[in-house]
């Protein structure tokens, strides 16, 4: 096996019907898993899966985001036990190819503090290291003076690409990468200055995961990291030139 380790997220779009209540997209899920199946005999793999309409559902019932928490701890336990039902979809839908998929939970082991995320990564480490698949999903967390709060399956993304020195990242969307003003995949970006008029809103003012977030967070990792959506998946495994290729190297 490979040394290469790749983080690769599955759209919560992607992998569920989101205008259906807490159901999959059976096909998208199947396509998707065939795809990490053929790729993770030779290399690392951490998969990462967003809520669709399992978590984003129960989220808006109890009134919390990313920035509005929560104390209601029946309400919390409401979404993490739907992304926990998601998950274990997912793990079954991996390990029915013969794919080691593990579930990694992480409203036990995360928290935030001050806006800052604090997520182990030792139990991934160790999983990697002994051949399995790790996946993990956006989740409630504890966050200092709010409650719980949404912890999204980019900013896992993020944190453990950091913490595992990934080699590469990727997030397969429902978008085929970002676009540009005349709606065309942008190839490659190197700085946000280059893509701002597409994207609009500054990382300052978008702070709800959308395009422009998205965008900051992965030009700030080392790391290049692409942007696809499923048609690209197998073309990102094969050489991670998929849809929008996002340079990494801590560039603004
Ligand atoms: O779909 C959010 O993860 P995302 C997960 O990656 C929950 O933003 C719990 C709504």
Redesign the pocket.
Known sequence: MSETLTVLKLG?SVITQKDQRETVDEASLARACDAIEAVCKDERLVVVH???SF??HH?AEHGVSDTDGSTDASGLTA?HRA?GELNETVVDALQERGVGALPVRPLSVAHREEGTLDLPAGSVAAMLEEGFVPVAH???VADSGRGGT?L???DIVVSLSRSLLADRVGLCSTVPGVLDTAGEVIDRIDAYEDVAPALGESEATDVT?GMAHKVCQLLDLDVPASIFDLDGLERFFEDGTAGTVIAGGGSD
């Open positions: 919560g967003g809520g669709g978590g984003h989220a979404i992304m956006g989740d409630v949404i999204s399956g980019d995961g």
